[in-house]
């Protein structure tokens, strides 16, 4: 069964570095999304991606982040300078292009800023 | 804005207990909603999803249901078992994107 993907399972990073996550989405999806977690707290939605483009975003995702589809496969998240409020779990998404159907999500990667 | 409130927050019962977990959501206008179950520390396992013409999904021992003129859902659990324990989520989609938006779930204990 397809699944999508997500590496590392881990980081750890220091404060002030950049990082990148990365994602492969499920073959012949359409539509890419990012949340993230921190610990004790709700799922929250980050940025959406389609058609090679930002759809939406929320106000968590500041200029310190951005996302790319650099080949046919893998999305990415990239947090430029890392805060220690960085420290979250990372869920990539991604769905089909049909309206009633549903996101599968990946394992998610645990982002740790010291 | 969608917000999702689901309650209780946290519910403990004893193995073999048929139990009814609640979500609320602002905004009717979906097409479809999620459950989730999240185990500590873990990711987020899809459920079910409902469609918004549709009034109940079922799998296995789940059973999920979908108001969407009063903003509800709720996820049955039926005979519930130790392996049930974890955290479920309730997701509605919405805005253009049609992403998500998660409540604070309930966490469910299952005493054997």
């Known amino acids: 069964e397809p699944e999508v993907t997500q590496t590392p399972s881990h980081q750890v990073t220091q404060m002030g570095q950049e990082v990148i996550l990365r994602c492969v989405p499920i073959?012949?999806?359409?539509?890419f999304y990012w949340y993230r977690q921190i610990l004790g707290q709700k799922v929250e939605f980050l940025v959406s991606f389609y058609n090679n483009e930002i759809s939406e975003k929320s106000e968590i995702f500041d200029d310190q982040f951005s996302v790319e589809r650099p080949d046919g496969s893998n999305f990415t998240l990239k947090i430029r300078s890392t805060k220690l409020e960085d420290s979250a779990m990372y869920f990539c998404a991604s769905r089909s292009g049909r309206v009633y159907n549903e996101q599968f999500f990946g394992p998610g990667t645990r982002l740790t800023v010291l | 804005k969608q917000e999702v409130t689901q309650i209780p927050a946290a519910l403990s019962v004893p193995e073999g207990e048929n139990l009814v977990l609640n979500c609320s959501f602002t905004d009717s206008a979906i097409y479809n909603l999620q459950w989730f179950r999240q185990d500590p520390g873990k990711g987020l396992t899809s459920l079910l999803l409902i469609q918004s013409s549709q009034r109940e999904q079922t799998s296995g021992r789940l059973n999920a249901s979908l108001d969407k003129s009063s903003g509800r859902s709720t996820l049955y659990i039926a005979a519930s078992q130790p392996g049930d324990s974890a955290t479920y989520l309730c997701?509605?989609?919405?805005?253009?994107?049609?992403?998500?938006?998660f409540g604070s779930g309930t966490q469910l204990t299952v005493l054997p």
């Open positions: 997701a509605p989609p919405s805005g253009s994107a049609r992403q998500l938006t």
């Open positions: 073959s012949n999806h359409l539509y």
